[in-house]
C-alpha cells in the first residue's frame, strides 16, 4: 500500500485552502461537507467560493499565500497555478506536521483525496496514489451504481438500534450474526424503499424472536475454483465473508483467501505429496471440534470439493455427529484449467465423452483402468498426474492409444502462473522433465488438445 486509507475528523476543525478557482472550489466543497472551518487565501474567488464567504461560510483572506500563513490550521489543501507557491506551501504544512494536499501534486502531498461514494453515514473512498485517476473514476461509477441509494438509511436504522441489539446479546458473534440478517434480507429492502417505520417494525420483531442463547455451529464445504478469484461463485463469496474459521487447503489461491472477512480465524491444513501436513482423520476431528463450539466453518478446498477433494469423507463424519453443513460447488480444475487454455473437453469432431482421473502414485505406481482409458473418441483428465506421467503415458500406448495422441500439461491453471506444455503421449514425459513445471497440474490427453493452438484466448 502506497498509502494508508483513513477517515479524517473533521467538524469544527480550522482548515486552510489556498486558490480560489474550480479546482479549489472543488476542495472546498468537500471540506464542508465534512463540517470543516474553512478559511480560503486566494486574491479572488469563484462565484460558489464568493457567495459561500457572503453568507458567512466561510472565511476569505484576499491576497497571495505568505509564510506562517498554515500555522493555525489543522489541514491545508493547496490548488493554485503557482509552482513555487506551491512548493512553499508544502514545505511548511510539512515543517509544522500539518496535513496538506497540493492538487496533482503527490510529491508535494503528506495526504491525498480519494474518489468518495457518499452514502452518508456510509462512505467509501477509492485510490489509485494517484497513477490513474480515470481508472478510479470508473470503479467509483460501477460502485455508485450497485449501491443502493438509500444505504445510509439502512445504516441511520442499525444505529439507533444498536445498544439495544448489544444490550440484548451476551457475545459478539450472536451480535454479528443478527445485523447480517437485518441487511442481507427483507428489513432492508424495507429501508431501501424509504419505508423506515416498517424496517423498524420488523426489526423490533426479528430482536424479539431471537434468544440469547448459544449458536449452533455449522460447516460449509466450499470450492475454491481453480485459482482465479473471479472464478468464485457468489454464493461462496457470500459465505466467505460470514465465516468464523476458515479451514483451508493448499490448492485455494492467495486471491480466493484475501476475500474473506478479514477477522475470521484461518486454518491451514494443506496435504501434499509426501507431505500429509495434517492427516484427514484430524481434520475431520478439527472441523467436528470447531461446530461443537458453535462457529461457522468454511472447509474451503481449491477447484470443486466432490472432484477428487475428499469432501465425501468430510461430510459422512459430519453426518455421523449430527453436525449441520451444507455443500457449495466449485468450478472444478478440469473445467477452468481446459477453458483457460483453449481446450474443449467434448467436441462433435473430436471426444463424444470425457473421463477424470487421478494420477496420485501410490507404492511408486498408477493404479487406473488402462484398457477403459485407452478407448478411442473419449478425453482423458488426469488429476495429480505429474510424478506418474511418465508411467502414465507408457500404459496407454501399451494398450494402443497412438503415441502421437496429443496431450496438454497445464500448470497452475486460470492464475496469473497459468502454462501450457503441449506435446505427445511419447514425448510429453521428456518434455516436462526438460522444463521443470511446478505444480499443481493438470494433464489432459486426447485429440481436443490439438485445438489448442486455434481456440487459445488467454495468450
Same mark, same amino acid.
Given at each position: 500500500?502506497?498509502?494508508?486509507?483513513?477517515?479524517?475528523?473533521?467538524?469544527?476543525?480550522?482548515?486552510?485552502?489556498?486558490?480560489?478557482?474550480?479546482?479549489?472550489?472543488?476542495?472546498?466543497?468537500?471540506?464542508?461537507?465534512?463540517?470543516?472551518?474553512?478559511?480560503?487565501?486566494?486574491?479572488?474567488?469563484?462565484?460558489?467560493?464568493?457567495?459561500?464567504?457572503?453568507?458567512?461560510?466561510?472565511?476569505?483572506?484576499?491576497?497571495?499565500?505568505?509564510?506562517?500563513?498554515?500555522?493555525?490550521?489543522?489541514?491545508?489543501?493547496?490548488?493554485?497555478?503557482?509552482?513555487?507557491?506551491?512548493?512553499?506551501?508544502?514545505?511548511?504544512?510539512?515543517?509544522?506536521?500539518?496535513?496538506?494536499?497540493?492538487?496533482?501534486?503527490?510529491?508535494?502531498?503528506?495526504?491525498?483525496?480519494?474518489?468518495?461514494?457518499?452514502?452518508?453515514?456510509?462512505?467509501?473512498?477509492?485510490?489509485? +496514489?494517484?497513477?490513474?485517476?480515470?481508472?478510479?473514476?470508473?470503479?467509483? +461509477?460501477?460502485?455508485?451504481?450497485?449501491?443502493?441509494?438509500?444505504?445510509?438509511?439502512?445504516?441511520?436504522?442499525?444505529?439507533?438500534?444498536?445498544?439495544?441489539?448489544?444490550?440484548?446479546?451476551?457475545?459478539?458473534?450472536?451480535?454479528?450474526?443478527?445485523?447480517?440478517?437485518?441487511?442481507?434480507?427483507?428489513?432492508?429492502?424495507?429501508?431501501?424503499?424509504?419505508?423506515?417505520?416498517?424496517?423498524?417494525?420488523?426489526?423490533?420483531?426479528?430482536?424479539?424472536?431471537?434468544?440469547?442463547?448459544?449458536?449452533?455451529?455449522?460447516?460449509?464445504?466450499?470450492?475454491?475454483?481453480?485459482?482465479?478469484?473471479?472464478?468464485?461463485?457468489?454464493?461462496?463469496?457470500?459465505?466467505?465473508?460470514?465465516?468464523?474459521?476458515?479451514?483451508?487447503?493448499?490448492?485455494?489461491?492467495?486471491?480466493?483467501?484475501?476475500?474473506?472477512?478479514?477477522?475470521?480465524?484461518?486454518?491451514?491444513?494443506?496435504?501434499?505429496?509426501?507431505?500429509?501436513?495434517?492427516?484427514?482423520?484430524?481434520?475431520?476431528?478439527?472441523?467436528?471440534?470447531?461446530?461443537?463450539?458453535?462457529?461457522?466453518?468454511?472447509?474451503?478446498?481449491?477447484?470443486?470439493?466432490?472432484?477428487?477433494?475428499?469432501?465425501?469423507?468430510?461430510?459422512?463424519?459430519?453426518?455421523?455427529?449430527?453436525?449441520?453443513?451444507?455443500?457449495?460447488?466449485?468450478?472444478? +480444475?478440469?473445467?477452468?484449467?481446459?477453458?483457460?487454455?483453449?481446450?474443449?473437453?467434448?467436441?462433435?469432431? =473430436?471426444?463424444?465423452?470425457?473421463?477424470?482421473?487421478?494420477?496420485?502414485?501410490?507404492?511408486?505406481?498408477?493404479?487406473?483402468?488402462?484398457?477403459?482409458?485407452?478407448?478411442?473418441?473419449?478425453?482423458?483428465?488426469?488429476?495429480?498426474?505429474?510424478?506418474?506421467?511418465?508411467?502414465?503415458?507408457?500404459?496407454?500406448?501399451?494398450?494402443?492409444?497412438?503415441?502421437?495422441?496429443?496431450?496438454?500439461?497445464?500448470?497452475?491453471?486460470?492464475?496469473?502462473?497459468?502454462?501450457?506444455?503441449?506435446?505427445?503421449?511419447?514425448?510429453?514425459?521428456?518434455?516436462?522433465?526438460?522444463?521443470?513445471?511446478?505444480?499443481?497440474?493438470?494433464?489432459?490427453?486426447?485429440?481436443?488438445?490439438?485445438? =489448442?493452438?486455434?481456440?487459445?484466448?488467454?495468450?
Amino acid at each position: 500500500m502506497d498509502y494508508l486509507p483513513l477517515f479524517h475528523k473533521l467538524a469544527g476543525k480550522k482548515c486552510l485552502a489556498i486558490g480560489g478557482g474550480a479546482v479549489a472550489t472543488r476542495k472546498v466543497r468537500l471540506l464542508m461537507s465534512a463540517q470543516a472551518d474553512v478559511t480560503v487565501i486566494a486574491p479572488s474567488l469563484s462565484d460558489e467560493l464568493s457567495m459561500l464567504a457572503k453568507n458567512g461560510k466561510l472565511k476569505h483572506i484576499k491576497r497571495t499565500f505568505k509564510a506562517g500563513d498554515s500555522r493555525a490550521f489543522s489541514l491545508v489543501v493547496c490548488a493554485t497555478d503557482t509552482a513555487e507557491i506551491n512548493a512553499r506551501v508544502s514545505t511548511e504544512a510539512h515543517q509544522y506536521n500539518i496535513p496538506v494536499n497540493v492538487v496533482d501534486q503527490p510529491h508535494l502531498c503528506s495526504f491525498i483525496f480519494p474518489a468518495i461514494v457518499d452514502r452518508s453515514p456510509i462512505t467509501i473512498g477509492i485510490s489509485s +496514489a494517484g497513477v490513474s485517476p480515470v481508472l478510479v473514476r470508473l470503479m467509483r +461509477a460501477k460502485l455508485e451504481a450497485l449501491l443502493p441509494q438509500n444505504l445510509g438509511n439502512l445504516a441511520a436504522l442499525a444505529a439507533k438500534f444498536r445498544q439495544q441489539v448489544k444490550n440484548h446479546f451476551s457475545n459478539t458473534k450472536q451480535r454479528r450474526i443478527f445485523w447480517e440478517k437485518v441487511f442481507d434480507g427483507p428489513i432492508a429492502d424495507l429501508s431501501y424503499q424509504g419505508k423506515h417505520d416498517l424496517a423498524q417494525q420488523a426489526l423490533e420483531n426479528l430482536l424479539v424472536q431471537q434468544t440469547d442463547s448459544a449458536t449452533k455451529g455449522k460447516v460449509y464445504l466450499v470450492g475454491g475454483g481453480p485459482g482465479d478469484p473471479e472464478l468464485l461463485t457468489l454464493k461462496a463469496l457470500r459465505i466467505l465473508q460470514q465465516a468464523d474459521i476458515i479451514v483451508y487447503d493448499r490448492l485455494v489461491s492467495e486471491g480466493v483467501l484475501n476475500l474473506a472477512r478479514r477477522d475470521a480465524e484461518r486454518i491451514y491444513v494443506g496435504k501434499q505429496r509426501s507431505d500429509h501436513s495434517v492427516p484427514q482423520n484430524r481434520i475431520n476431528t478439527l472441523l467436528i471440534n470447531l461446530a461443537n463450539d458453535g462457529k461457522r466453518v468454511v472447509r474451503l478446498k481449491g477447484g470443486d470439493p466432490f472432484m477428487f477433494g475428499r469432501g465425501g469423507e468430510e461430510i459422512e463424519t459430519l453426518v455421523d455427529e449430527g453436525i449441520a453443513f451444507e455443500v457449495v460447488p466449485g468450478i472444478t +480444475a478440469a473445467l477452468g484449467c481446459a477453458s483457460y487454455s483453449g481446450i474443449p473437453l467434448t467436441h462433435r469432431d =473430436h471426444a463424444q465423452s470425457c473421463t477424470f482421473v487421478t494420477g496420485h502414485l501410490k507404492d511408486n505406481t498408477v493404479n487406473l483402468d488402462w484398457d477403459q482409458l485407452a478407448k478411442p473418441n473419449q478425453t482423458i483428465v488426469i488429476y495429480m498426474g505429474l510424478i506418474g506421467l511418465r508411467q502414465i503415458s507408457e500404459k496407454l500406448i501399451e494398450r494402443k492409444l497412438p503415441s502421437n495422441t496429443p496431450v496438454a500439461l497445464i500448470q497452475k491453471g486460470t492464475t496469473a502462473e497459468h502454462r501450457v506444455i503441449i506435446s505427445d503421449l511419447q514425448n510429453i514425459a521428456d518434455e516436462v522433465d526438460k522444463l521443470k513445471p511446478k505444480p499443481p497440474t493438470l494433464i489432459i490427453i486426447g485429440s481436443v488438445v490439438s485445438l =489448442h493452438d486455434r481456440l487459445n484466448w488467454i495468450d
